[in-house]
């Protein structure tokens, strides 16, 4: 684990202006630098480089970081590699905290097995590539299909020639494990254990290959083509430690440029597809890799754009691929977000149609894409007659369930309102049956609150009179919390004059008397759950105290002694991580700005905000018990998260933090009352970035548009904010 001081010491000797120059040419521009931004394609420079800062920031895409970020993102690593590569420059060694042995051990061992196979995988894509260039068939099939050397470069297109042990001329050893653990080579399940590598075969053979690339370009499997006549017409690897085809994209790390120029990803169904839309120029299009679109896909999709656009063929096993994509995106499907289904003719998939018909053809066909209303409501209305009474009953019948997974919102509300019409049916009796169906599918409740403060067993109708004013902190959340702020366990044993119990004590509070009741406090043994709350006069102490709390109200000043500061109070963005951990479907329906904006957060909890991230994306929201469990327990033990290792102790502590929290009110319903928490978040750092643009003197028409932008957007967010408040008396 690289310990956080050494990334702050290291982040202070790097000059952001010398690491980004290595990898864009910078030009001199008043205090700041400029060039073009090696995130999007420009022809005017908008990438500026701030010396005093020590950051970036692109006013045509938006990229925004410091040091480590910028070879994070310019180059596909993970946070430990751009620290390693980052120190190498500036000639520092890097340090690794002591800690359990045993887990630094594992957690070594799962990142060397998954790079292991990766560099497998990845020499294997090397050797197919090389293969390509010396195979005559080959290279006409992919000329046929109108792709360029260009294209195939891009995407880093093979062949396996036909036979049983071509990989043996790439791998000496032919009979290494991994080749089979990466699924590469082919064991016979009734091979016994210790038989010779005769057996041992090519799982790819006499194939166009496509690598498949994880989001930080990694190879972490292939999928084949066959190229004439053969079944399966396409293979593609096995499950394995790096590769997961219900969660992966094919082409997704090669369209990240794409997708923000275009605004909208297109999800299509083959290979193929993607590299042939590339090469007309929709470089922007993803694949499943031969299964349905899943929930993990789109939730994947949303993290980059927030338009996702669905092709498929016209035929019917594309129309049924299209309704289990809207079952798997309804519950993604915000009012900010917009999803539509592209139907091409029936004889066409998006391959033949735009070398048939063209770019301009194919993109009139994705303006004219079905919305994800209209699709609802028509995969709802499949074989039901309209006409008739019976099938406008079974169109609502069908319709509920799915319109129930979508986020409570306008979308809802709005295609609840086009199923009346449609069915001819009474609104305010749809509503209800919704909320039927809605409660149904929540186990006859609402899912995912978080379970109340227990109290104390013996506490009976009467608990919430009992408990008073009684201490919002018990000793334990007081010591997490003062972990969290870089301390060890507060030390509570009162001054001269304050009670010797070592119970807190502070003005204007009733006290904790800790089985005490000569005075007014909570009677009964601490942590045991049996008492009451005794009423009485407030005393200063058992030995010598002199202060009380006087019957009209107030403190006794000539007995008011010196005290130890309350622990703080949540902040604004430890609130919106509390939230998020007991409510933690949320983050899928927030703006993906704010996710952005909360997860460039400084250390702890922008780590903790791009771990989130990172778990939702895997599986989905998560009850906040496992959420904390994970985050204390097995953050360095999961191969996913290796990249955090360095900020284990601080995602610890602020663990120990949220957990430490007491009751802070009920958890927010919607998604908007997150939102208005964070808002006034945002709008400090379009301030930021206005204030940056304003002294480093570009005056080129990028920037002007982005200042006039950055102004409006300000007034605008200033005045949502100031409606959002609550107006005193």
């Given at each position: 684990?690289?310990?956080?001081?050494?990334?702050?010491?290291?982040?202070?000797?790097?000059?952001?202006?010398?690491?980004?120059?290595?990898?864009?040419?910078l030009k001199k521009a008043g205090i700041n630098h400029?060039?073009?931004?090696?995130?999007?394609?420009?022809?005017?420079?908008?990438?500026?480089?701030?010396?005093?800062?020590?950051?970036?920031?692109?006013?045509?895409?938006?990229?925004?970081?410091?040091?480590?970020?910028?070879?994070?993102?310019?180059?596909?690593?993970?946070?430990?590699?751009?620290?390693?590569?980052?120190?190498?420059?500036?000639?520092?060694?890097?340090?690794?905290?002591?800690?359990?042995?045993?887990?630094?051990?594992?957690?070594?061992?799962?990142?060397?097995?998954?790079?292991?196979?990766?560099?497998?995988?990845?020499?294997?894509?090397?050797?197919?590539?090389?293969?390509?260039?010396?195979?005559?068939?080959?290279?006409?099939?992919?000329?046929?299909?109108?792709?360029?050397?260009?294209?195939?470069?891009?995407?880093?297109?093979?062949?396996?020639?036909?036979?049983?042990?071509?990989?043996?001329?790439?791998?000496?050893?032919?009979?290494?494990?991994?080749?089979?653990?990466?699924?590469?080579?082919?064991?016979?399940?009734?091979?016994?254990?210790?038989?010779?590598?005769?057996?041992?075969?090519?799982?790819?053979?006499?194939?166009?290959?496509?690598?498949?690339?994880?989001?930080?370009?990694?190879?972490?499997?292939?999928?084949?083509?066959?190229?004439?006549?053969?079944?399966?017409?396409?293979?593609?690897?096995?499950?394995?430690?790096?590769?997961?085809?219900?969660?992966?994209?094919?082409?997704?790390?090669?369209?990240?440029?794409?997708?923000?120029?275009?605004?909208?990803?297109?999800?299509?169904?083959?290979?193929?597809?993607?590299?042939?839309?590339?090469?007309?120029?929709?470089?922007?299009?993803?694949?499943?890799?031969?299964?349905?679109?899943?929930?993990?896909?789109?939730?994947?999709?949303?993290?980059?754009?927030?338009?996702?656009?669905?092709?498929?063929?016209?035929?019917?096993?594309?129309?049924?691929?299209?309704?289990?994509?809207?079952?798997?995106?309804?519950?993604?499907?915000?009012?900010?977000?917009?999803?539509?289904?592209?139907?091409?003719?029936?004889?066409?998939?998006?391959?033949?149609?735009?070398?048939?018909?063209?770019?301009?053809?194919?993109?009139?066909?994705?303006?004219?894409?079905?919305?994800?209303?209209?699709?609802?409501?028509?995969?709802?209305?499949?074989?039901?007659?309209?006409?008739?009474?019976?099938?406008?009953?079974?169109?609502?019948?069908?319709?509920?369930?799915?319109?129930?997974?979508?986020?409570?919102?306008?979308?809802?509300?709005?295609?609840?309102?086009?199923?009346?019409?449609?069915?001819?049916?009474?609104?305010?009796?749809?509503?209800?049956?919704?909320?039927?169906?809605?409660?149904?599918?929540?186990?006859?409740?609402?899912?995912?609150?978080?379970?109340?403060?227990?109290?104390?067993?013996?506490?009976?109708?009467?608990?919430?009179?009992?408990?008073?004013?009684?201490?919002?902190?018990?000793?334990?959340?007081?010591?997490?919390?003062?972990?969290?702020?870089?301390?060890?366990?507060?030390?509570?044993?009162?001054?001269?004059?304050?009670?010797?119990?070592?119970?807190?004590?502070?003005?204007?509070?009733?006290?904790?008397?800790?089985?005490?009741?000569?005075?007014?406090?909570?009677?009964?043994?601490?942590?045991?759950?049996?008492?009451?709350?005794?009423?009485?006069?407030?005393?200063?102490?058992?030995?010598?105290?002199?202060?009380?709390?006087?019957?009209?109200?107030?403190?006794?000043?000539?007995?008011?002694?010196?005290?130890?500061?309350?622990?703080?109070?949540?902040?604004?963005?430890?609130?919106?991580?509390?939230m998020l951990l007991h409510r933690s479907e949320l983050?899928?329906?927030?703006?993906?700005?704010?996710?952005?904006?909360?997860?460039?957060?400084?250390?702890?909890?922008?780590?903790?905000?791009?771990?989130?991230?990172?778990?939702?994306?895997?599986?989905?929201?998560?009850?906040?018990?496992?959420?904390?469990?994970?985050?204390?327990?097995?953050?360095?033990?999961?191969?996913?998260?290796?990249?955090?290792?360095?900020?284990?102790?601080?995602?610890?502590?602020?663990?120990?933090?949220?957990?430490?929290?007491?009751?802070?009110?009920?958890?927010?319903?919607?998604?908007?009352?997150?939102?208005?928490?964070?808002?006034?978040?945002?709008?400090?750092?379009?301030?930021?970035?206005?204030?940056?643009?304003?002294?480093?003197?570009?005056?080129?028409?990028?920037?002007?548009?982005?200042?006039?932008?950055?102004?409006?957007?300000?007034?605008?967010?200033?005045?949502?904010?100031?409606?959002?408040?609550?107006?005193?008396?």
């Amino acid at each position: 684990m690289i310990p956080p001081s050494f990334i702050q010491d290291l982040l202070a000797r790097s000059d952001i202006v010398d690491v980004v120059g290595r990898h864009v040419t910078l030009k001199k521009a008043g205090i700041n630098h400029k060039g073009l931004c090696p995130f999007h394609g420009e022809k005017s420079p908008s990438f500026i480089v701030s010396p005093s800062r020590q950051t970036y920031h692109c006013f045509g895409c938006g990229a925004h970081g410091n040091a480590i970020g910028f070879l994070m993102e310019h180059l596909g690593v993970g946070f430990i590699d751009a620290v390693r590569d980052l120190a190498q420059i500036q000639g520092m060694p890097v340090p690794e905290e002591k800690g359990d042995p045993a887990e630094r051990e594992k957690a070594k061992q799962i990142r060397e097995k998954q790079q292991t196979l990766t560099d497998v995988l990845g020499k294997a894509c090397t050797h197919w590539r090389g293969q390509l260039k010396q195979n005559r068939r080959a290279i006409d099939y992919l000329k046929g299909r109108g792709l360029t050397g260009e294209i195939a470069a891009r995407f880093g297109l093979g062949y396996a020639p036909d036979g049983w042990k071509g990989l043996a001329s790439a791998f000496p050893k032919y009979d290494d494990p991994l080749l089979v653990e990466s699924g590469l080579v082919i064991v016979p399940d009734d091979q016994p254990a210790d038989a010779t590598e005769a057996r041992r075969y090519d799982r790819f053979r006499d194939r166009i290959m496509f690598p498949i690339r994880n989001v930080q370009g990694e190879v972490i499997g292939f999928g084949g083509r066959v190229l004439d006549k053969g079944e399966p017409k396409y293979l593609n690897s096995p499950e394995t430690p790096v590769f997961h085809k219900g969660k992966e994209l094919y082409g997704l790390y090669e369209a990240r440029s794409a997708l923000r120029n275009k605004g909208y990803v297109l999800v299509t169904e083959g290979y193929m597809d993607v590299v042939a839309l590339a090469q007309w120029g929709f470089a922007n299009a993803v694949a499943t890799l031969g299964t349905a679109c899943t929930a993990d896909h789109v939730a994947k999709l949303f993290r980059f754009t927030e338009q996702v656009v669905f092709g498929f063929d016209g035929d019917a096993a594309g129309r049924r691929a299209a309704g289990r994509a809207l079952e798997a995106a309804l519950p993604h499907a915000t009012d900010t977000r917009r999803i539509s289904f592209l139907f091409l003719p029936p004889e066409h998939d998006p391959d033949s149609f735009i070398r048939e018909h063209g770019p301009e053809a194919f993109e009139a066909q994705v303006k004219q894409a079905v919305p994800l209303s209209r699709q609802l409501l028509s995969h709802a209305a499949h074989d039901s007659d309209l006409d008739s009474a019976e099938g406008r009953v079974k169109l609502v019948a069908q319709a509920l369930p799915l319109i129930a997974l979508l986020p409570e919102g306008g979308l809802q509300g709005q295609i609840l309102q086009d199923l009346a019409q449609q069915a001819r049916a009474d609104l305010d009796d749809l509503r209800k049956r919704l909320a039927q169906v809605v409660q149904a599918a929540h186990g006859g409740g609402r899912g995912g609150d978080a379970p109340r403060r227990a109290r104390p067993s013996g506490a009976g109708a009467g608990a919430d009179a009992a408990y008073g004013e009684a201490p919002p902190f018990d000793d334990a959340e007081i010591n997490a919390m003062a972990s969290f702020h870089g301390g060890g366990d507060i030390d509570w044993q009162p001054p001269s004059g304050e009670a010797g119990d070592g119970s807190p004590h502070h003005p204007g509070q009733n006290r904790w008397s800790g089985g005490r009741s000569e005075r007014g406090g909570w009677s009964g043994p601490r942590g045991e759950g049996q008492g009451s709350w005794k009423k009485g006069p407030w005393a200063g102490g058992d030995r010598g105290g002199k202060g009380r709390w006087r019957q009209g109200g107030g403190w006794d000043r000539e007995a008011r002694q010196e005290m130890r500061p309350l622990p703080q109070a949540a902040r604004p963005l430890e609130r919106a991580a509390w939230m998020l951990l007991h409510r933690s479907e949320l983050w899928e329906q927030l703006p993906p700005e704010l996710c952005d904006l909360l997860c460039d957060q400084p250390l702890p909890l922008g780590a903790w905000f791009r771990w989130l991230d990172r778990q939702i994306i895997d599986e989905g929201p998560l009850p906040a018990a496992d959420l904390l469990t994970r985050l204390t327990e097995g953050v360095r033990e999961s191969p996913d998260e290796a990249e955090l290792a360095s900020v284990d102790e601080p995602l610890q502590k602020l663990a120990q933090r949220l957990q430490g929290f007491h009751d802070m009110g009920e958890l927010p319903a919607k998604a908007s009352d997150l939102v208005a928490l964070i808002r006034p978040m945002q709008l400090q750092a379009l301030n930021d970035e206005l204030d940056l643009l304003l002294q480093s003197g570009e005056l080129s028409e990028t920037a002007e548009q982005r200042k006039l932008e950055l102004f409006r957007l300000t007034r605008d967010l200033k005045l949502e904010i100031s409606r959002s408040r609550p107006i005193s008396a």
